[in-house]
T-cell receptor, first 114, second 111 residues
């Protein structure tokens, strides 16, 4: 496989469930990102990891918990979500965090909270 | 105040009808401006990076230009397959070099 792969592609969960989103990059990049995309709004940066160390956490509620076990894998653990958390969650990677090398995106997980 | 503003929000063109999309920004110390294309159900796909005013880049029917306040994405003789949402993002010191995104322009090319 090449590029950035996200699973699952679609997820429907209740407000009391716990689930995880997975992202894997096959590009040899050192930085990985989680974004939230809502309709007609700019992408919202949630978390940034550089060499498996979290370097940004943009005031994201604690019901979202990221994990980066190595430079190729990134997870987003979800628990006790709210209806307003329904959105497309995108994972991206880049060569280095803070450089002008472009970010490459997966196709996202469409999350629906009942 | 929005730091990155894209206009128009949506644009409908006939096949072959050339036009331009705008991305204006208010950040200081621009390090790079990025254009992406996003198809429905897909993640954004990288198109161009522009670094300094006066720079231009081309790819097939697309040409991106940059001034000190804005960037244009010119689409020449578009085809239906150019239909997508086009996203602009800037990188600057004030965002700790993380990308600041615009809300996008949805482009529809009718055959």
């Amino acid at each position: 496989e090449t590029g950035v792969t996200q699973t699952p592609r679609h997820l429907v969960m209740g407000m009391t469930n716990k689930k995880s989103l997975k992202c894997e990059q096959h590009l040899g990049h050192n930085a990985m990102y989680w974004y939230k995309q809502s309709a007609k709004k700019p992408l919202e940066l949630m978390f940034v990891y550089s060499l498996e160390e979290r370097v940004e956490n943009n005031s994201v509620p604690s019901r979202f918990s990221p994990e980066c076990p190595n430079s190729s894998h990134l997870f987003l653990h979800l628990h006790t979500l709210q209806p307003e958390d329904s959105a497309l969650y995108l994972c991206a990677s880049s060569q280095y965090q803070g450089s002008t090398s472009p970010q490459h995106f997966g196709d996202g997980t469409r999350l629906s909270i009942l | 105040e929005d730091q990155v503003t894209q206009s128009p929000e949506a644009l409908r063109l006939q096949e072959g009808e050339s036009s331009s999309l705008n991305c204006s920004y208010t950040v200081s110390g621009l390090r790079g401006l990025f254009w992406y294309r996003q198809d429905p159900g897909k993640g954004p796909e990288f198109l161009f990076t522009l670094y300094s005013a006066g720079e231009e880049k081309e790819k097939e029917r697309l040409k991106a230009t940059l001034t000190k306040k804005e960037s244009f994405l010119h689409i020449t003789a578009p085809k239906p397959e150019d239909s997508a949402t086009y996203l602009c993002a800037v990188q600057a010191p004030e965002s700790n070099y993380q990308l600041i995104w615009g809300a996008g322009t949805k482009l529809i090319i009718k055959p």
